[in-house]
C-alpha cells in the first residue's frame, strides 16, 4: 500500500458536484493498493497515521498526534500512485491492484481507522472524484507498507 498524507485545515471530495465527504483539521490520504497489499499492509498503515506526530504543541514542535488534536481523515482511493512513468508517455497501472481486490483493502484500511476513535470520510470507490484541500503547512508525507 502506498499512502500520500497531506495535514490540512480542511478537505473535501465531490462526487458528479455533490460532497461526498468532507472534514475540518486532520489529514487528507490519497490510497493506492497494489497486488500483494491485505490486512496486515492495511492495519500497519492505519496504526502509523492515527499515532504519526504532525501536529504542532505550545511550543511550534510537532509532537501531537491526529488522536491528540482530535482531527478527522478524509481518505481518497488512488490507484495512480502506482503509475510506472519510466517507459514512453504513457503511465502504466500494472502495479495498482484489480478493482475488487483494491477495493476489499481499502474499504478495510477505513474501517481499521475507524476503529482506532477516528472520524474516516472517504470518496466513492473508483469514481471521478474533484477534491479539494486546504493544506496545513504544508506537511506531505509519503508512507508505503
Known amino acids: 500500500m502506498k499512502v500520500v498524507l497531506q495535514?490540512?485545515?480542511?478537505?473535501?471530495?465531490?462526487?458528479d458536484s455533490e460532497i461526498v465527504g468532507e472534514i475540518g483539521?486532520?489529514?487528507?490520504?490519497?490510497?493506492?493498493?497494489?497486488?500483494e497489499d491485505g490486512?496486515?499492509?492495511?492495519?500497519?498503515?492505519a496504526?502509523?497515521?492515527v499515532h504519526l506526530r504532525v501536529f504542532e504543541d505550545e511550543s511550534g514542535k510537532?509532537?501531537?498526534?491526529?488522536?491528540?488534536?482530535?482531527?478527522?481523515?478524509?481518505?481518497?482511493?488512488q490507484f495512480?500512485?502506482?503509475?510506472?512513468?519510466?517507459?514512453g508517455r504513457r503511465?502504466?497501472?500494472?502495479?495498482?491492484?484489480k478493482g475488487e481486490q483494491a477495493e476489499q483493502v481499502y474499504?478495510?484500511?477505513n474501517e481499521l481507522l475507524s476503529e482506532k476513535g477516528v472520524q474516516v470520510e472517504t470518496g466513492t470507490f473508483g469514481a471521478m472524484m474533484d477534491v479539494s484541500l486546504i493544506n496545513d503547512g504544508p506537511v506531505t508525507l509519503v508512507l508505503e507498507q
Not at 495535514?7 to 462526487?15: D, M, W
Not at 490486512?39 to 498503515?45: F, I, Q
Not at 503511465?91 to 491492484?97: I, S, V
Open 62 to 77: 510537532m509532537n501531537h498526534s491526529l488522536l491528540d488534536v482530535g482531527g478527522s481523515i478524509l481518505s481518497v482511493s
Open 107 to 109: 474499504n478495510r484500511f
Open 39 to 45: 490486512e496486515a499492509e492495511a492495519a500497519y498503515l
Open 47 to 49: 496504526e502509523k497515521i
Open 91 to 97: 503511465p502504466n497501472f500494472m502495479a495498482a491492484a
Open 25 to 35: 483539521q486532520g489529514f487528507m490520504l490519497l490510497v493506492g493498493v497494489t497486488h
Open 80 to 87: 495512480t500512485l502506482y503509475g510506472d512513468c519510466r517507459k
Open 7 to 15: 495535514r490540512c485545515k480542511e478537505a473535501s471530495v465531490k462526487v
